[in-house]
Structure formats: structure tokens, C-alpha cells
């Protein structure tokens, strides 16, 4: 039989999607049938969802800590003009804490046949690719009683990048090497640098400086002044295992060794010495090798940006053979890896002869300021055990050291924000002593 008046009415708004209907009017569609058509005629006039179309622009990568902004530009269509709420969804990382809700909603109104560009601004608060999600539309009718309600998939990336804080240490450290290089009155000599020019012998010279045939040949006593060698072979190697994981302070272990490795890669560079990077647990997660100076540190900052711990112990005979594979002359291996004393003394200690045998090798590694301070603490029962245990920790880190430096490897071992620029230091003096 067929449906007529209130009850055909009735079944048409019960017919009607989901969510469609404002809440606050449900419960009166029952009782009044001009209010109940009005809705109806309210969500017959709503623009449609399903035919908007979309585009996105915008930002492609960022800096940890700033902000990015994707521009999304909605076209209407439809022959409706097109009022609407608009939530641009992404991944819970890609604001402040407390932001979302302003940042990700828009309100707009598009007339027929026209477009709109909205503006979502991001700001990530962790490292990595974030991926745009749904775009939920609820569209009005001209009353706002009624509204249709679709979503729509419109990819899009963000890598965030490293922060790259220890670059605010570049400039000094170039400035010594600058030092090194010649670019100054200061010549430093040291086993297998490389020859510059002669000049005047000055008190306090080198005597195995003296150039004796130069001298034979003026009045004079000329000495050789020497340079640090150029074009070397510099491989930072990234240890992603578990120990990588532990947070120290605010950030992860990892966190810290990635912007130790981006400052020796900066500087390095400038130096004139070819750097690759190897990440490696118990297979390689990031690599960048044969790169020039200009495209070096940004495909080392764009490898690092995905790159997190694995909860996996590292396999360090792998580490160790993949190193030497990716360094086949001589070079210098800069491992930024834990300290701890179980993972060195039973994995890298055992394979550490097969890389000192051809390589220069130095180990960086984060430790925690709190261990420091919970040594120093006295005053009740419970400080004393601290100590006692910030202690014993302190020793044996020593003594992990002590038994690296015994194999020949230079022992870089800092806080987070004192490791960058100390590995920028160890790297400095031992091109001055001519060990690169």
C-alpha cells in the first residue's frame, strides 16, 4: 500500500543517510510536519559532497620544531552554493599538543562553479614522513537544519627532517679549520700531511722542519710549511639497535648521534674529504655514499629523517663487514654507537681488530647527564645509593673506554648537546696530527 501524507514524510527522513540531520531536531520531526519539510527542503538544497574535487600544494619537508603549511584548494562543482565545515585530518604528531582542533577545521562557502584554497599549518613534533588523511566534509543547507556529510582521500607527504641544532657550532669549527687548512699564519706538521710551501725559519720552528737543500741554495734557513691532507674517506656509521632507543633527557640516543653526525658531515665536507653514511642494526636502514659536496648534506639529512631505533640487538660482525665493504682504502670510521658494557665487550670488541687493521676508527657515544648528577648528590640514605649507583656506572663506562683506546680508537664520550661539538673536535685533532 502506498505511503501518503505524514507517514510518506516520515519514512523519507528515516530514509535519509546517518548523521544527516541536526541533532537537536530528531526528536521533533514526529510532531511537526511543516518543521519536518523544511528540514527536507534544507537537505535537498545542501551542495553535494561526492562531486567536490580537490588539490593539494604546499610544503614538502620541514625542520623538526617549525612549521609547514599545506594549501588545499576545493572546487564546487555543483550547480548548489556550497556552504561547509571542513576537517583536514592528519597524523597526531603533526601538531602542538592542543592545536589540532584549530588548525586542521575550516569553515568556507563556495559558489557554483567557483573554488577556495585553504590553508592547513603544521608544526610536527616528531621526525619522519607525515601522510595527510581523510577530508571530511559536512555540507549545509541555506537554514543549516540538514546537512550531507562524505569524506574524500587526498594523499600528500611532509618529511620533518632533523633540527639540526649543533650547526650553530659550524662556524668556530670551520674557523679552526681553516686554521689547519693554510688559510691562516698557523701550519701545523704532522705524520702523512701534505707539502705547501717554504718560508723563512722563525725561533720555535720544527727543526726536522728545515729544508736543507732550500737552505744550501740563499742566505736564509727556509722550512717546509704543510697542510692537512685533502680528499679523505670519511664513514659515519649509525648503530639503529636497541641501546639507540634509551632517551636521554628529552630525546632519544639517536636523536643526539643524528646532529653529531650532520655537524662532522658539514664540516668534513667544507674540508675538502668525501663522507658517506651507513645505518645499521642488523641490516642496513639508511645509506648515502658517492654524493658531492653540494648534495651531501642535504641526502644525509633527507636519509636520517625516517630513521628510528629498532628494538633488535645490533648484529656487529654484519656492522662491521658492511662497513668495511662500503670503505674498501683507508679511512677514517666513525661509529656513534652506545658504550654500554655488554654490547661492546661482546659484539664490537670482537670484530674491532678487522676494522683498526685498515682504518683510522673513532667511537662517539651520548651519555647521561644524570648519572653525573645523581654521583654528586649526598645528604640522606636514599642520595647515598644514588651516588653509589652513578658511581659505578661512571667507572664503568671508564673502563669500556679504556679498553676501546687499547684497541687504538679515539673515545668521543658526551651529553647530547656536547657531543656534536666534541666529535667536531676529535675529528679536528686528529686531522692535525695527521692520522686521516
Given at each position: 500500500?502506498?505511503?501518503?501524507?505524514?507517514?510518506?514524510?516520515?519514512?523519507?527522513?528515516?530514509?535519509?543517510?546517518?548523521?544527516?540531520?541536526?541533532?537537536?531536531?530528531?526528536?521533533?520531526?514526529?510532531?511537526?510536519?511543516?518543521?519536518?519539510?523544511?528540514?527536507?527542503?534544507?537537505?535537498?538544497?545542501?551542495?553535494?559532497?561526492?562531486?567536490?574535487?580537490?588539490?593539494?600544494?604546499?610544503?614538502?619537508?620541514?625542520?623538526?620544531?617549525?612549521s609547514a603549511e599545506v594549501q588545499l584548494t576545493v572546487t564546487n562543482t555543483s550547480s548548489r552554493r556550497l556552504r561547509a565545515h571542513l576537517r583536514d585530518a592528519w597524523p597526531p604528531s603533526?601538531?602542538?599538543?592542543?592545536t589540532e582542533q584549530t588548525a586542521s577545521r575550516h569553515k568556507l562557502t563556495i559558489p557554483s562553479g567557483e573554488r577556495r584554497r585553504l590553508t592547513t599549518v603544521l608544526r610536527p613534533t616528531?621526525?619522519?614522513?607525515?601522510?595527510?588523511?581523510?577530508?571530511?566534509?559536512?555540507?549545509?543547507?541555506?537554514?543549516?537544519?540538514?546537512?550531507?556529510?562524505?569524506?574524500?582521500?587526498?594523499?600528500?607527504?611532509?618529511?620533518?627532517?632533523?633540527?639540526?641544532?649543533?650547526?650553530?657550532?659550524?662556524?668556530?669549527?670551520?674557523?679552526?679549520?681553516?686554521?689547519?687548512?693554510?688559510?691562516?699564519?698557523?701550519?701545523?706538521?704532522?705524520?702523512?700531511?701534505?707539502?705547501?710551501?717554504?718560508?723563512?725559519?722563525?725561533?720555535?720552528?720544527?727543526?726536522?722542519?728545515?729544508?736543507?737543500?732550500?737552505?744550501?741554495?740563499?742566505?736564509?734557513?727556509?722550512?717546509?710549511?704543510?697542510?692537512?691532507?685533502?680528499?679523505?674517506?670519511?664513514?659515519?656509521?649509525?648503530?639503529?639497535?636497541?641501546?639507540?632507543?634509551?632517551?636521554?633527557?628529552?630525546?632519544?640516543?639517536?636523536?643526539?648521534?643524528?646532529?653529531?653526525?650532520?655537524?662532522?658531515?658539514?664540516?668534513?665536507?667544507?674540508?675538502?674529504?668525501?663522507?658517506?653514511?651507513?645505518a645499521y642494526d642488523r641490516r642496513i636502514r639508511a645509506q648515502v655514499q658517492g654524493r658531492s659536496a653540494g648534495d651531501l648534506l642535504p641526502a644525509v639529512v633527507n636519509a636520517l629523517a625516517?630513521?628510528?631505533?629498532?628494538?633488535?640487538?645490533?648484529?656487529?660482525?654484519?656492522?662491521?663487514?658492511?662497513?668495511?665493504?662500503?670503505?674498501?682504502?683507508?679511512?677514517?670510521?666513525?661509529?656513534?654507537?652506545?658504550?654500554?658494557?655488554?654490547?661492546?665487550?661482546?659484539?664490537?670488541?670482537?670484530?674491532?681488530?678487522?676494522?683498526?687493521?685498515?682504518?683510522?676508527?673513532?667511537?662517539?657515544?651520548?651519555?647521561?647527564?644524570?648519572?653525573?648528577?645523581?654521583?654528586?648528590?649526598?645528604?640522606?640514605?636514599?642520595?647515598?645509593?644514588?651516588?653509589?649507583?652513578?658511581?659505578?656506572?661512571?667507572?664503568?663506562?671508564?673502563?669500556?673506554?679504556?679498553?676501546?683506546?687499547?684497541?687504538?680508537?679515539?673515545?668521543?664520550?658526551?651529553?647530547?648537546?656536547?657531543?656534536?661539538?666534541?666529535?667536531?673536535?676529535?675529528?679536528?685533532?686528529?686531522?692535525?696530527?695527521?692520522?686521516?
Amino acid at each position: 500500500m502506498a505511503l501518503t501524507g505524514r507517514t510518506a514524510l516520515l519514512a523519507a527522513l528515516g530514509s535519509l543517510p546517518v548523521g544527516v540531520l541536526a541533532p537537536s531536531w530528531t526528536g521533533m520531526l514526529a510532531v511537526n510536519a511543516p518543521l519536518s519539510l523544511a528540514i527536507l527542503c534544507d537537505y535537498a538544497l545542501a551542495a553535494p559532497v561526492r562531486t567536490l574535487r580537490f588539490t593539494r600544494s604546499g610544503d614538502t619537508s620541514v625542520r623538526l620544531g617549525d612549521s609547514a603549511e599545506v594549501q588545499l584548494t576545493v572546487t564546487n562543482t555543483s550547480s548548489r552554493r556550497l556552504r561547509a565545515h571542513l576537517r583536514d585530518a592528519w597524523p597526531p604528531s603533526s601538531w602542538l599538543t592542543g592545536t589540532e582542533q584549530t588548525a586542521s577545521r575550516h569553515k568556507l562557502t563556495i559558489p557554483s562553479g567557483e573554488r577556495r584554497r585553504l590553508t592547513t599549518v603544521l608544526r610536527p613534533t616528531r621526525r619522519g614522513d607525515r601522510q595527510a588523511e581523510r577530508i571530511t566534509v559536512r555540507s549545509y543547507g541555506p537554514l543549516g537544519l540538514a546537512a550531507r556529510q562524505g569524506s574524500h582521500k587526498v594523499p600528500w607527504t611532509v618529511r620533518v627532517l632533523p633540527p639540526f641544532t649543533s650547526r650553530k657550532h659550524l662556524p668556530s669549527r670551520l674557523a679552526r679549520l681553516r686554521e689547519l687548512d693554510g688559510r691562516t699564519s698557523v701550519l701545523i706538521r704532522g705524520q702523512g700531511t701534505e707539502f705547501d710551501s717554504l718560508r723563512d725559519y722563525v725561533p720555535g720552528d720544527d727543526t726536522r722542519s728545515i729544508d736543507w737543500r732550500a737552505t744550501a741554495r740563499q742566505t736564509t734557513v727556509a722550512v717546509r710549511t704543510w697542510r692537512p691532507e685533502r680528499d679523505r674517506h670519511i664513514l659515519v656509521v649509525l648503530d639503529t639497535g636497541r641501546t639507540s632507543a634509551g632517551r636521554v633527557g628529552d630525546v632519544p640516543r639517536l636523536d643526539a648521534a643524528m646532529d653529531a653526525a650532520l655537524l662532522l658531515t658539514a664540516l668534513a665536507s667544507r674540508a675538502g674529504d668525501r663522507v658517506d653514511l651507513l645505518a645499521y642494526d642488523r641490516r642496513i636502514r639508511a645509506q648515502v655514499q658517492g654524493r658531492s659536496a653540494g648534495d651531501l648534506l642535504p641526502a644525509v639529512v633527507n636519509a636520517l629523517a625516517p630513521l628510528e631505533p629498532e628494538l633488535v640487538e645490533t648484529d656487529a660482525r654484519g656492522l662491521s663487514a658492511t662497513a668495511l665493504h662500503s670503505a674498501p682504502r683507508r679511512s677514517l670510521i666513525v661509529l656513534l654507537t652506545s658504550l654500554d658494557a655488554a654490547p661492546v665487550e661482546e659484539g664490537l670488541l670482537p670484530v674491532l681488530p678487522q676494522l683498526t687493521k685498515r682504518h683510522t676508527v673513532l667511537v662517539a657515544s651520548v651519555a647521561d647527564p644524570h648519572i653525573e648528577q645523581m654521583s654528586k648528590t649526598r645528604g640522606t640514605v636514599e642520595a647515598v645509593y644514588e651516588a653509589a649507583a652513578g658511581t659505578q656506572a661512571q667507572a664503568q663506562r671508564r673502563r669500556t673506554a679504556e679498553q676501546l683506546q687499547r684497541h687504538g680508537v679515539t673515545v668521543v664520550d658526551a651529553t647530547p648537546d656536547n657531543l656534536a661539538p666534541a666529535l667536531a673536535d676529535a675529528y679536528l685533532a686528529l686531522k692535525a696530527a695527521g692520522r686521516l
